[in-house]
């Protein structure tokens, strides 16, 4: 199959589940998860109607934006960003969803200050409680939205969440609920910003359709538009 068949699939299977669950299909946004892909695999996806590219690492991210290979999309930030690489990212990004950490919080609102702009931002939550993953536990969710209350240059959009490879069909159904809920909490008490959080970032290749029965409103798709990335990959 061609990308463009690979995205008319992905597509159709969103609308698919949007329309199982009630839920206008507008309402989700495909974002292409584009790790290892070339350039011009870039373009032609986005050629074949991908309007958002996610990258997860910052040297990929610094080398496409050189080619300006997103062009005709936006670019969001979705993998692990550590503190000292924020310059890379700040300001070169539409959405960074992997915060999750005061620390780095911090460091982006004082980047994003340094170049006079405000920078939209997740919070990553570890919502499976797994050891080896990124992504704060959902109390210290609550705790950073309310602390992107007080920062100037960072605007909290939403919440994203990696959930476990799930093994079998509908496994992760309980994270992502748990996710919606959380969003909903979180979204109450934000006060004035309220209005701003209109991001829930979760469903991958396996497990979006469930995502999106869960109240999803991005999902992150790379094997399913790419097909599979070599084994080795550190991702
Ligand atoms: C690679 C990646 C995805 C997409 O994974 P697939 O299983 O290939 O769809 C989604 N989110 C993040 C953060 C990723 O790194």
């Known amino acids: 199959m061609s990308i463009q068949e690979h995205v008319n699939q992905v597509k159709a299977n969103i609308a698919a589940a949007a329309q199982a669950a009630g ?16 350039d011009d695999t870039i373009r032609a996806a986005i050629a074949a109607g991908i309007t958002v590219c996610g990258e997860n690492r910052v040297q990929e991210l610094t080398a496409h934006l050189a080619a300006d290979a997103y062009r005709g999309a936006q670019v969001h930030f979705i993998g692990h960003l550590q503190t000292n690489k924020v310059k890379q990212v700040v300001g070169k990004v539409d959405l960074i969803h992997s915060v999750d950490s005061e620390r780095l919080l911090r460091a982006i609102d004082a980047q994003a200050a340094k170049q006079d702009l405000v920078q939209d931002i997740l919070l990553e939550v570890n919502i499976a409680g797994e050891e080896s993953k990124g992504g704060c536990t959902p109390e210290e969710a609550r705790q950073l939205a309310q602390l992107t209350r007080e920062l100037e240059h960072v605007r909290l959009r939403g919440l994203m969440a ?74």
């Open 23 to 38: 839920r206008d299909p507008e309402e989700i946004t495909l974002c292409a998860a584009t790790k290892v892909q070339t």
């Open 162 to 235: 990696i959930p476990p490879i799930s093994p079998e069909p509908g496994a992760n159904r309980p994270f992502f609920a748990a996710m919606r809920q959380l969003f909903v909490d979180i979204k109450a008490n934000m006060g004035d910003n309220q209005c701003n959080m209109d991001c829930l970032s979760m469903g991958m290749s396996g497990d979006y359709p469930d995502a999106i029965a869960e109240g999803a409103t991005l999902v992150r798709v790379g094997t399913a538009l790419f097909g599979p990335r070599p084994p080795m990959h550190k991702g």
